[in-house]
RNA sequence: GGCCCGGUGGUGUAGUUGGUUAACAUACCCGCCUGUCACGUGGGAGAUCGCGGGUUCAAGUCCCGUCCGGGCCGCCA
């Protein structure tokens, strides 16, 4: 006989029911007498209450944590007193009349109980945890993320399906295309000394079905870059990418704030107001030092150069910017020290500061603040200004950094979520080491036509049809018009130094495509680990992965990557250079 | 590639200025216990302190190296 009811589903409604139920055993309470068994699966606990009579007594008895059971009994009501309020079947339990062991469990090798009765779960390094992952994803956390996770997606395809949207897969085995991040490569067994390379998004593929007239398109997508592992950073990831026809961007940036809005709603009860603000990058950097601020506290950078311009203060007095921030407290040394650090982290040459104490400037560069700055900043008594000095973008990333900090540490950063689009990017940016020009967000990117005339001629000015969604400070969108005519994807191309010859063996299939009558269109890639991790309040992408890879891109769980067979690497055409190394 | 933090019974922690038998909680095993819900209670087992070397009469503790894990920078169209 199987189940009737998932375990933390049994409640007041079934007292005085027969019920079966299966799940593991989340606790066991041996009274000498009596044993209480808290029954768990994916929905929650029942507890279930073995008399000494009872022929499911004498397996009871053997019973340990993390065992398998099928219990068969009666739902009974608790006495009031006896209400356990803490979980959803708290006011029942169910006294057993038969009780198997469907499989025994070795001893788990950390608690998982904790959570599932309403308390925290004891912090276990990760590093066990990821060796032991199916035992961690036993846990509530890991169990109400990945819940969480599937009803995002699955708000995404009603929304987008709604809307006109159809799921198209692209392939996982294709071409290596030689801009952007490191590819990861698939030897071809049959082309033997060529390789495939997995997609670091479908972007192409995306762009040709807009030629193909699907006109609206999505997927969840699974993308690969193998590039250094962050919090927030896998190797391989997930993007729910989009892209639409005869749209302009901000017939984009509509549709994604409304199913931003619907996600939320659908899954947290939340309502999202939208539209988002829209910030242009130029702002979101002069203002927050950062291309995705964290608009949950304010803390503005301001521009005093002038103020410096032509001063006593050397250092200040011909630097491109000088850049200034105040904190509202009183920054010891040792604080503004460590702020410096983070500052010079980010190419500033130091951090100036000064403090407005007794109604006057103390410390650090105090003599030489000029007239007019505490107004300029609005510097109040028991402030600390910290300034940054030099090329534009240095300056204000550094400051930038040190604004996030300070938001960190003077506990400013507010609940709740906090959206915006950052818009107006420039199309390039200069590569200080190859001495060119090089796309900023993809060389498909469509210049913003009114700058057009400035694509040669003054190319750093010109600002793309490119835009991130930024959700509480982290990059969780981008996206763009593309070039939908072949000529200007040529121009773009010979921009970026990519000769005809070299963009017609990289991307042929691409200008053929776009050859052929291509719809003006444009599109975003979400990433949906990020999303989803920040809906769920954590801090790594990890505890939103099933299965995720460790900083060093291995799996602890699979130990992948490993080594392979000489006769695999035979069959491949491959010779390592250094053997088993 | 660089910087920073960490590694002590299964798990989570403590361990002073280098000094006796490495402590605590929990988990585990055994006994007692009929209304618990992190049950209680009595007992027991369990750690070459990540690894290697060095300093020292003496190292969990100090030094060097190394491995492992985490955070950040670089990198991530």
């Known amino acids: ?128 945890r990821m060796r032991h992952r199916v ?93 250094d592992l962050r919090a927030d950073r896998q190797p391989d990831f997930t993007q729910l990418d989009l892209e639409m026809s005869f749209v302009e961007q901000d017939d984009i940036l509509e549709l994604n704030e409304r199913l931003a809005a619907y996600v939320f709603k659908e899954t947290l009860g939340l309502e999202l107001p939208i539209p988002f603000p829209r910030m242009s990058y130029a702002q979101a950097m002069n203002c927050y030092g950062s291309d995705k601020p964290d608009l949950r506290f304010g803390l503005e950078l301001a521009d005093v150069s002038e103020l410096f311009r032509g001063g006593e203060f050397r250092a200040f007095a011909d630097a491109e910017v000088v850049k200034a921030l105040v904190a509202p407290a009183l920054l010891s040394r040792r604080e503004i020290e460590e702020l410096e650090a983070i500052a010079k982290g980010k190419g500033a040459a130091g951090l100036a500061w000064s403090r407005y104490e007794g109604g006057a400037f103390s410390g650090g560069i105090a003599r030489f603040i000029p007239e007019g700055l505490k107004e300029r900043v609005r510097l109040e008594e028991g402030q600390t200004v910290l300034f940054v000095a030099g090329p534009w973008r240095k300056s204000v990333e550094s400051l930038g950094a040190v604004r996030l900090e300070l938001g960190k540490r003077l506990g400013l950063i507010g609940e709740g979520f906090r959206f ?37 001629r003054d190319p750093g000015r010109v600002r793309a049809y490119a835009y991130d969604l930024v959700m509480n400070g982290a990059e969780v969108g981008g996206g763009s018009i593309r070039i939908h005519r072949r000529e200007l994807q040529e121009r773009m191309f010979a921009l970026l130094g990519i000769g005809p010859e070299e963009a017609q063996e990289k991307f042929g299939f691409l200008l053929e495509a776009l050859s052929y009558g291509a719809p003006p269109h444009g599109g975003i890639a979400w990433g949906l680990d990020r999303w989803v991790a920040n809906m769920a309040g954590e801090d790594s992408i990890r505890e939103v992965i099933a299965f995720p890879k460790n900083k060093e891109g291995r799996d602890p769980l699979t130990e992948a990557p490993s080594p392979v067979s000489e006769a695999q690497l035979a069959e491949l055409g491959i010779a390592l250079r250094t053997p088993n190394g």
């Open 420 to 456: 915006l689009w950052v818009v107006d990017f420039p199309l390039l940016e200069w590569d200080e080491e190859g001495g060119r020009w090089t796309y900023m967000h993809h060389p498909f990117t469509s210049p913003n036509l009114e700058d057009l005339e400035l694509l040669e």
């Open 1 to 128: 006989m199987r189940r009737t009811h998932y375990c933390g589903n049994v409640n007041t409604s079934n007292i005085n029911e027969q019920v079966v139920l299966e799940g593991w055993v989340n606790r066991r309470r041996d009274l000498g007498g009596l044993i209480f068994i808290d029954l768990r699966d994916r929905e929650g606990l029942v507890q279930v209450v073995v008399q000494p009579e009872s022929p499911a007594y004498a397996q009871a008895n053997r019973v340990r944590s993390e065992w398998v059971v099928r219990v068969t009994g009666i739902v009974r009501a608790r006495p009031a007193e006896q209400v356990n309020a803490k979980i959803a079947s708290g006011e029942v339990e169910v006294v057993a009349e038969g009780l198997e062991v469907l499989a025994e469990a070795r001893t788990p090798p950390f608690p998982i109980d904790a959570g599932w009765r309403g308390e925290q779960d004891q912090v276990v390094s990760e590093e066990i």
């Open 135 to 227: 035992v961690d994803l036993r846990r509530r956390t890991l169990q109400r993320n990945l819940r969480l996770r599937h009803k995002v997606v699955a708000a995404i395809y009603r929304f987008l399906d709604q809307e006109g949207f159809i799921s198209v897969e692209t392939p996982f085995l294709t071409r290596s295309t030689p801009e952007g991040a490191r590819d990861f490569l698939v030897p071809s067994r049959l082309q033997p000394g060529q390789f495939y390379a997995l997609p670091q998004s479908p972007q192409l593929f995306k762009q040709m079905l807009m030629v193909a007239g699907f006109d609206r398109y999505f997927q969840i997508a699974r993308c690969f870059r193998d590039e």
